[in-house]
């Protein structure tokens, strides 16, 4: 009789134990998922690095801005209350949802807009600006994009990463700004 109570002690030990990975990893998995294979994970941009992205750019009050994955929607939140139209693209829709929720929070509802949609089959002909946080493996092909569709004079702040032959007008805590010639 000892064997068992032992036996399922430690069962119940192990369930326990095992339950509080499983737990934490379907609450991320829904933030990890959608960037496994089509783009960079979520990494939320600090305040300051938010401030400094929106000060480098010198957005203007009527320009119109693009966040290539916005996540949560700090980033248009922030372009938003300096004057710009800002539009993100997100496709983890919980993110999505939860930038929603900040843009209607913060009175922004018509100056800041997110859609759920992959940001490589959106055209960016119409923007002023963009920012982006990228990882490395995407950086050669944003540029391609951003070369094929911006119009000249376009900016474009990345967070952390290069574009690959582009070089920055302005570099700052290893944030880049560029201008499309």
């Known amino acids: ?25 379907v ?13 960079a994970i979520y990494v939320p941009t600090t305040k300051e690095r938010v401030e400094k992205m929106v000060k480098l750019l010198g957005v203007k009050s009527g320009q119109t801005v693009v966040d290539l994955g916005a996540g949560d929607g ?13 539009y993100g693209y997100e496709i983890n829709p919980l993110l999505v ?7 209607k929070e913060a009175g922004l509802d018509g100056s800041a807009f997110i859609y759920c949609k992959s940001f490589w089959s959106q055209d960016l002909k119409d923007f002023d600006a963009v920012v982006v946080f990228g990882m490395r493996h995407m ?3 944003l540029e391609n994009k951003f070369e094929r569709e911006l119009k000249p004079g376009a900016k474009i702040v ?9 070089l920055p007008a302005k570099e700052e805590d290893k944030i880049y700004v560029y201008t499309k010639k």
Do not use: C
Request: charged share 15%; hydrophobic share 60%; no cysteine.
């Open 1 to 25: 009789m000892g064997f068992y109570l032992v036996f399922l002690s430690v069962l119940f030990l192990v369930i326990i134990f095992a339950a509080i990975p499983i737990v934490f990893l």
């Open 27 to 39: 609450k991320i998995w829904g933030y990890v998922y959608p960037y496994l294979f089509w783009g």
């Open 74 to 86: 700090r980033l248009l939140i922030a372009l938003a209350k300096n004057g710009a139209k800002a």
């Open 97 to 103: 949802s939860r930038a929603r929720e900040n843009i």
């Open 139 to 141: 950086m050669k092909k």
């Open 158 to 166: 990345s967070n952390y990463f290069t574009l690959p032959t582009w």
